[in-house]
């Protein structure tokens, strides 16, 4: 019998982006809960650390931080690899494109004006890491690890994305990489959710640099 999802978030793709990417592209049904700041803190201490994402599983097991639950998810789903070295290799890009993420949020949340010139300063090196490792992939496999779709995949359109909104032009010197962008927001089940009302409606972020 397969599992029931709940994920509750806040009204922004945020945290929670890469998790419903996921979940839209597999096709696995999920009721959608959402919490605005008016509501949000007297619902806090019912959720772990009193923070959102979190995961309800079958309605009562609560999986909170957002990478814990795409990682759930992803070995739940076939996207983590199939032993322990498996997962290492996808573990190992998915925390170099979550690295990347990471630095873009500084930018923007903690001083715009300050970081962002040595973010972009930066970002070619950080770029180049995923375009080499692209371009060494067989044409039909254009995947971080193990030649197949991974959660590592999902997790670098998800930093991609931002990037194309923070700086459009960002990958115009990494070829492989804008291609690789361009392919997998084609993915059918993926560009449908991202054509839907509810991805249109939701903010990025919370900051005013990055809607």
Do not use: C
């Amino acid at each position: 019998m397969s599992q029931k999802y709940e994920l509750t978030y806040l009204p922004a793709k945020g945290k929670a982006n890469l998790i419903r990417l996921m979940l839209a592209d597999q096709g696995i049904p999920y009721k959608y809960t959402e919490y605005d700041r008016a509501n949000w803190p007297a619902a806090k201490p019912n959720y772990p650390f009193k923070q959102l994402p979190v995961l309800t599983v079958d309605g009562s097991i609560q999986i909170a931080q957002s990478h814990s639950i795409a990682r759930y998810l992803a070995r739940e789903h076939g996207l983590m690899g199939s032993n322990s070295i498996e997962q290492a290799q996808v573990d190992m890009w998915l925390d170099q494109t979550l690295d990347l993420r990471n630095r873009l949020l500084n930018v923007v949340h903690i001083d715009f004006e300050k970081l962002l010139q040595p973010f972009l300063n930066s970002l070619p090196d950080m770029l180049e890491i995923f375009e080499t490792r692209l371009a060494a992939q067989p044409a039909s496999a254009k995947h971080l690890a193990l030649g197949k779709l991974t959660i590592a995949d999902y997790a670098l359109f998800d930093v991609l994305y931002y990037l194309q909104l923070l700086r459009p032009e960002s990958l115009d010197n990494t070829p492989v990489l804008k291609a690789f962008y361009t392919e997998f927001a084609a993915r059918p089940k993926l560009q449908a959710y991202m054509e839907t009302d509810e991805f249109k409606r939701l903010r990025a972020t919370g900051s005013p640099h990055l809607q």
